[in-house]
């Protein structure tokens, strides 16, 4: 499946190729990755991951997951010079990773006006609700896959 | 003359990837510091002198914002140039800060963006 032109897509699509295309823009802004595609799901292999809550016109939690394996490689040149050992810079990262994801992903679906306040990233904690939307993207050596999940009540 | 810079926001990737954008900016760039959050940031403000500082919004202590503002109320920082670097655009904080003069740069950017934002705190032209 081809990957949705970022610049052409803006309050065109629904909110899981939103979603898609904000994890696009993010893997190119901050890991220098390019996507290949989209999958249908979520590989079975183990996986960090990292949550961003918002709150505003909708209030939920947006979630990133990267397979384990492939921290290294996604993340290596931004982590000092670590070589990904450090589970701290893997956090940040991922963390970062996650919330320029909901940054983004935000006004492709609620429009430019809307104004949202999000939380800080943790990591570690999947959302026990069920997604709303989800996008498993494609990227050389694995995957990366982005969640909207409702807020806890 | 070299700008010695301070780049304020919570995560340590995305203070070093400021930091590598600037040094890939051209600009002639002396001192980059690091703070990561708006308290560390205006002590590290009130501590040395700085040309220009780079501010996230969202950060746990003192958000950008609120340091900004703090900034803005304190003789001794208020002069610095301040660009705010941030996921957060909604068209509400954009004209908030066109208001207020100060340029937003948009998480992820490459440095052509960091530099046209850091040129428009300075008042330098390209």
């Known amino acids: 499946m081809m990957v949705p032109d970022p610049a052409s897509t803006h309050r065109l699509l629904g909110v899981s190729d939103a979603l898609g295309v904000a994890v696009v823009v993010a893997l190119e802004g901050l890991c220098f990755v390019s996507a290949e595609g989209f999958l249908d799901e979520q590989p079975g292999e183990p996986a960090r991951c990292a949550t961003v809550s918002f709150t505003g016109p909708s209030s939920g939690v947006v979630c990133v997951a990267v397979p384990t394996s492939l921290v290294p490689t996604l993340f290596g040149d931004l982590m000092d010079g670590s070589g990904g050992a450090d589970d701290g810079a893997v956090a940040d990262a991922l963390g970062e990773l996650t919330n320029i994801v909901c940054g983004n992903v935000l006004p492709r679906i609620h429009g430019k006006s809307a104004a949202f306040a999000l939380s800080p990233p943790r990591t570690g904690l999947a959302p026990s609700a069920s997604a709303t939307a989800t996008a498993v993207i494609a990227i050389p050596g694995g995957w990366v896959a982005a969640s909207i999940h409702p807020a806890a009540s | ?126």
Do not use: C, W, Y
């Open chain 2, 1 to 126: 003359m070299s700008l010695n810079v301070l780049v304020i926001d919570d995560s340590a990737t995305m203070r070093r990837m400021i930091g590598r954008a600037l040094q890939m900016t051209g600009l002639p760039i002396g001192r980059i510091e690091e703070a990561g959050d708006g308290a560390a940031g205006l002590s590290a403000l009130r501590a040395r002198p700085f040309d220009l500082a780079l501010v996230d919004i969202n950060m746990p202590h003192m958000d950008g914002l609120s340091m900004i503002d703090a900034a803005s109320r304190d003789t001794q920082v208020s002069s610095v140039p301040m660009v705010v670097v941030s996921t957060e655009a909604s068209e509400a904080r954009l004209a908030e800060l066109e208001r207020r003069g100060i340029p937003l740069v948009r998480k992820p950017f490459d440095p052509e963006r960091l530099l046209d934002a850091v040129l428009g705190a300075i008042g330098g032209v390209r």
